[in-house]
């Protein structure tokens, strides 16, 4: 998948003629997928856009306008480029949320509606649906293709090319993980409770697991313990793989949490786990040179 990071700048571009539906399709970062309800209000965590350039732009693949919801300092040049990988939820409210407080310590943060193509993830009324409609419809190269489009985007918009690095959650934590592998570019990755394993398919051809003994980027793994979708073993599995090479990986598992503890209009939300996660994310990439 390599060579498709190289012809990135190709692909990029601001879409021109998008119809009204693709419009309503880009206004991300507004309300929560209906699969994920119900939402736990008292514990949304709100970033205002204060000081920021905050909303989506697009960027163009292979002719195809996709959106891109971004978040930066005002007026400010040479800033680290991170992306910000969604759930299988899509770019609503939180993982925007998400992006502007990496733009409030000073990042490019680019969360890209990496569905697109497929459906709006927003209003699939379950997650099995949600799964079988667009999740399972998305392949792998189509998203390295998207996220290397977002990259040429910064570089040309004010983002520093040597400072790169990547997050998600969830399916996005996936993402980290491979996209890390993909681009060589990346410096550091955090990885919120993505699946490590998972059924080789012509869409998902490759997991973490099988890219782990050669990846060379940082990657810390955020884990529960109690997560009952991506079971200890397989983190050890990880693990091993991963002690193959030399990327300098690691895992931090919290002990009290399950699946998605940092999504926080979510009831799996836990605070101390998340605002330690947090502050381990910011710390992990200001070590590898993404600050």
């Not at 700048?9 to 419009?23: K, N, P, Q, T, V």
């Not at 949304?44 to 930066?72: F, H, N, W």
């Not at 300098?248 to 998605?260: K, L, Q």
Request: proline share 5%.
């Amino acid at each position: 998948m390599k060579d498709l990071h190289n012809d990135a700048a190709s692909l990029i571009g601001e879409a021109e003629g998008i119809s009204r539906r693709d419009l309503l399709k880009a206004a991300l970062g507004t309300g929560f997928a209906v699969a994920a309800l119900p939402v736990t209000a008292e514990t949304v965590v709100k970033t205002d856009s204060e000081g920021l350039t905050a909303g989506t732009i697009t960027v163009t693949v292979d002719g195809y306008p996709v959106p891109v919801y971004r978040a930066q300092p005002n007026g400010k040049t040479g800033l680290p480029v991170l992306l910000v990988i969604s759930e299988i939820f899509g770019v609503h409210e939180h993982i925007a949320d998400v992006a502007r407080r990496f733009a409030k310590q000073g990042y490019l943060a680019l969360a890209p509606n990496l569905f697109a193509r497929q459906g709006d993830p927003q209003k699939e009324p379950s997650i099995a649906e949600l799964q079988k409609n667009i999740i399972s419809k998305t392949p792998d190269i189509q998203v390295m293709r998207d996220l290397d489009a977002c990259v040429a985007w910064a570089k040309q918009n004010g983002g520093a090319a040597d400072k790169l690095g990547i997050t998600g959650f969830c399916w996005g934590g996936r993402i980290t993980w491979l996209y890390a592998a993909h681009n060589p570019a990346v410096k550091a990755g955090v990885a919120w409770y993505g699946r490590l394993l998972g059924e080789v398919t012509a869409n998902t051809p490759k997991h973490p697991v099988d890219v782990a003994a050669t990846l060379k980027t940082p990657i810390l793994g955020l884990y529960g313990a109690k997560d009952q979708g991506i079971p200890l073993d397989t983190v050890e599995k990880m693990k091993a793989e991963l002690a193959k090479g030399q990327s300098g990986s690691t895992f931090v598992i919290y002990p009290n949490s399950g699946h998605a503890f940092h999504a926080d209009y979510r009831p799996s939300y836990v605070e101390a786990d998340a605002k330690d996660g947090w502050k381990r994310a910011l710390d992990w990439f200001k070590q590898h040179g993404v600050d």
